[in-house]
């Protein structure tokens, strides 16, 4: 199995916007539910959002409204736009590959190494 990678994360000020990629070989992404967790320091790592593979969405309440998950099959790739970013946004966000055959998302520990995303100031 080939792990996720993500990107996009860095520093923005509250209430700005970033957008997270995860990409993904098409044998782990098109027919697998996927998810965005996060992790922030002396927490444990949450999650976010799931999306399947047809495109039904889930979202943690901390979440929901400010960020969108969505997927582009033809570019294997999953993406997280955040808005509105609060401070405690700030995590290192993991892509995680759900379970097939599975269509609703089921965990799996097909990690990617994580993007940080900081909300300061």
């Known amino acids: 199995q080939v792990q996720p990678v993500e990107s996009g994360g860095g520093l923005v000020q509250p209430g700005g916007s970033l957008r997270l990629s995860c990409a993904a070989s098409?044998?782990?992404?098109?027919?697998?539910?996927m998810a965005w967790y996060r992790q922030a320091p002396g927490k444990e790592r949450e999650l976010v959002a799931d999306i399947t593979d047809a495109g039904k969405v889930n979202y943690a309440d901390s979440v929901k409204g400010r960020f969108t998950i969505s997927r582009d099959n033809d570019k294997n790739t999953v993406y997280l736009q955040m808005t509105s970013l609060k401070p405690e946004d700030t995590a290192v966000y993991y892509c995680n590959t759900g379970l097939k055959p599975y269509t609703q998302y089921i965990p799996s520990d097909n990690w990617g190494q994580g993007t940080q995303v900081t909300v300061s100031r």
């Open positions: 098409e044998h782990s992404y098109r027919f697998r539910a």
